[in-house]
C-alpha cells in the first residue's frame, strides 16, 4: 500500500522507519511539525520524523496546522498520487473533518492505549497514574471525535510496578510500530473489520500539566510511587523541602 505518513517525535520516528525499512507498504511523503529550538541552547532541530525521512529521501511537507497552513491542495495532490491512507503517529495537530476521506483507507492512527480507556494526550502517563494493570496500543481510523474513530486492531502489554512513562512509552511504540504494519496490511487485503468503540469504559487522558506531576506526600506511598513513575522522565513535579528543590529519577519531590 502507498501511504503518508504523518507523525512528530521519536515515537513517530520509530514507526516511520520499521515502514520504510520492512518494504509492506510505500512512504510516498510524510507530514510533520516544522522546525523547533530544543535543548539548552535553543537551537532550532528538525522533528524526529523530519530527520529520519531525510535519511530516505522521502519528500517532507512541515506544517503545523493542516487546517490554517497547508493548502487542501497540497494534500489532495499527495492523495492523486496514489497514495491510500495516512499513518498517524503523534503528528501533533487536528486533522480537519474535509480532508479525512481525502485517501481510500482514510487517517490511522497509533495510540498509546486500549481505546476506549485514555483517549487524549497522555495516556501512557494516565495508565501508570492510575494504576492499571494492563494497557496497549490501538490502531483505529480517525473522525471528527478526539479518539473516537472505529478500531482496526489491538495489541496489549503489562504495567510493571517499575515501569516509568519512559519504559513503558519505549515498549509500547515497538509493539505499536509492527500493530501498524500489520493494521495497513489488513486494509489493504481486506482483512481487518473497523469496530466501533464501546460507550461503556471511556476515560481521557489530557496534556499533562505541571501540577499533575507535584507529589503531595498526604496521599498514600502507593499513589506517590505511581505519580513519579508517571512522570519520569519529565520536568515540572517538584515541591519543596527544607527550602530546597529535589527531585526522584527526574521527577521533582515535595
Do not use: C
Request: aromatic share 4%; net charge negative.
Amino acid at each position: 500500500m502507498r501511504i503518508i505518513f504523518a507523525g512528530t517525535p521519536e515515537p513517530a520516528a520509530v514507526v516511520l522507519r520499521r515502514l520504510v525499512e520492512g518494504g509492506e507498504h510505500e512512504v510516498v511523503a510524510v507530514l510533520t511539525q516544522p522546525d523547533a529550538p530544543r535543548g539548552r541552547g535553543r537551537t532550532v532541530h528538525p522533528s524526529a520524523v523530519a530527520a529520519v525521512a531525510a535519511e530516505y529521501d522521502l519528500p517532507v511537507h512541515k506544517f503545523p496546522r493542516l487546517r490554517d497552513d497547508a493548502p487542501p491542495e497540497v494534500l489532495r495532490a499527495l492523495a492523486a498520487d496514489g497514495a491510500e491512507a495516512v499513518a498517524v503517529v503523534a503528528y501533533g495537530t487536528l486533522i480537519p473533518a474535509d480532508l479525512l476521506d481525502v485517501v481510500p483507507h482514510g487517517w490511522v492512527n497509533l495510540h498509546f492505549s486500549l481505546l476506549p480507556r485514555w483517549r487524549g494526550a497522555a495516556p501512557v502517563q494516565a495508565a501508570i497514574a492510575a494504576g492499571d494493570a494492563v494497557t496497549g496500543a490501538t490502531t483505529f481510523r480517525i473522525e471528527e471525535g478526539l479518539d473516537t474513530g472505529p478500531v482496526l486492531g489491538t495489541v496489549t502489554a503489562p504495567v510493571t510496578r517499575e515501569d516509568t512513562a519512559d519504559d513503558l512509552l519505549t515498549r509500547l511504540t515497538y509493539a505499536g510500530r509492527d500493530l501498524m504494519v500489520d493494521t495497513l496490511t489488513g486494509l489493504a487485503e481486506g482483512t481487518v473489520v473497523p469496530r466501533p468503540q464501546p460507550d461503556e469504559g471511556v476515560t481521557h487522558a489530557g496534556k499533562i500539566r505541571t501540577a499533575d506531576a507535584r507529589i503531595d506526600w498526604s496521599r498514600p506511598a502507593e499513589v506517590i510511587q505511581r505519580t513519579v513513575r508517571a512522570h519520569t522522565p519529565a520536568p515540572g513535579a517538584w515541591t519543596m523541602l527544607d527550602g530546597q528543590r529535589h527531585k526522584i529519577g527526574g521527577v521533582a519531590v515535595a
